[in-house]
């Protein structure tokens, strides 16, 4: 789906770098009725995906845990949910989650057309995103000052 595809590079980035433990990958895709199978356990989940904010494409948004479930979001049907109206789904269909606390990193796309590929600027901002989370989970690696 063109830029469409722009979380699948960044989790793709982030697989060929060595994790701490407790530190996983997962890959949710569209299904938001899979995210809390994929998600029980967690004290913390990190979110990156392509966003259509209007902003340039290539601008990284990022959201803090009370910013995201606090986003006004505008929604078509219940077949196409936000992100920010799954979390609070996620929150009161599955209570032993309600705890989790979410990040999130957003990359403004171009297109989400079936294509060849991801545009130039949105290739430099999976780039980016990959090294700033990397760098974010070395930061809390235990054992770090």
């Known amino acids: 789906m063109g ?4 979380a699948h590079v960044v989790a793709e980035g982030l697989e ?4 701490p433990e407790g530190v996983r990958i997962t890959r949710g895709d ?9 998600w029980r356990g967690e004290g913390e989940v990190w979110v ?14 990022r959201l ?21 109206e799954c979390l609070r789904w996620i929150a ?6 309600a705890h989790v606390r979410y990040r999130f990193w957003g990359i403004e796309v171009a297109t989400v057309a079936p294509g060849e590929g991801l545009s130039p600027t949105v290739v430099a901002a999976a780039a980016r995103v990959i ?4 760098t974010e989970i070395e930061r809390r ?3 770090r000052c």
Request: charged share 20%; hydrophobic share 40%; glycine share 10%.
């Open 141 to 143: 690696r235990p054992g």
């Open 30 to 38: 569209t299904d938001a009725l899979r995210l809390p199978s994929l």
């Open 64 to 84: 803090q845990h009370e910013a995201l479930l606090a986003a006004g979001q505008a929604h078509r049907h219940a077949h196409a949910l936000s992100l920010p």
């Open 3 to 6: 830029d469409d595809g722009v």
């Open 48 to 61: 990156v995906d392509a966003v259509r904010s209007g902003q340039l494409p290539g601008t990284v948004v």
């Open 92 to 97: 009161l269909a599955c209570p032993e989650m």
């Open 131 to 134: 090294r700033e989370i990397g």
């Open 16 to 19: 060929r770098t060595p994790m």
